[in-house]
């Protein structure tokens, strides 16, 4: 069993760098929507390939600070020079636990597996339900006309519902 990580999709980080995330991550969006992971590669006096994931170096990819594609960070640099703006990508859980402690949003995703709902009866399902100091204040399974394939789409789909409505 593998588990792989999941980043937020390139609108909802730029939602979250209009709403004020800053915490630093590894991965970011380049404004044309490249999505990035802050490594380096090169080759060594042997000629062998080496890669450095630079996790140990996370980065606020939200800040003031511009990008250019190789990696270099410059403070006041022109985009005419090939620099471009960043949108930090971070993994959903970061989101999540961003929205709990800043916000006091807590977001929870529930599968239909526990629900009795014919509609639903052939394949699972994915729903989300957004607590504000840990009442409900938005559940999608009310309307039933927001369910989803997988989890990470339900949670993406709460974060652009939070960002865009509640914050």
């Given amino acids: 069993m593998k588990i792989e990580p999941h980043y937020v999709e390139f609108s909802t980080a730029k939602l979250l760098k209009e709403k004020?995330?800053?915490?630093?991550?590894?991965?970011?969006?380049?404004?044309?929507?490249?999505?990035?992971?802050n490594v380096v590669t090169g080759t060594n006096y042997y000629g062998e390939e080496y890669e450095f994931y630079l996790s140990e170096f996370n980065e606020n990819w939200n800040d003031k600070w511009l990008t250019n594609k190789s990696g270099n960070r410059c403070f006041g640099c022109?985009?005419?020079?090939?620099?471009?703006?960043?949108?930090?990508a971070p993994e959903q859980w970061m989101v999540i636990e961003w929205l709990r402690v800043k916000y006091d949003i807590w977001?929870?995703?529930?599968?239909?597996?526990?629900?009795?709902?014919?509609?639903?009866k052939d394949s699972a399902k994915w729903f989300y339900v957004i607590n504000c100091n840990l009442?409900?204040?938005y559940d999608d399974k009310e309307k039933l006309k927001a369910v989803y394939n997988t989890p990470k789409e339900a949670y993406?789909?709460?974060?652009?519902y939070i960002l865009n409505n509640m914050l």
């Fill in 135 to 137: 009442i409900s204040c």
């Fill in 20 to 37: 004020g995330f800053d915490l630093p991550t590894t991965h970011y969006y380049f404004e044309d929507g490249e999505f990035k992971e």
């Fill in 156 to 160: 993406n789909s709460a974060f652009d």
């Fill in 78 to 88: 022109s985009k005419n020079n090939g620099y471009f703006e960043t949108y930090s």
């Fill in 107 to 120: 977001v929870v995703i529930w599968s239909d597996t526990n629900l009795d709902l014919p509609e639903w």
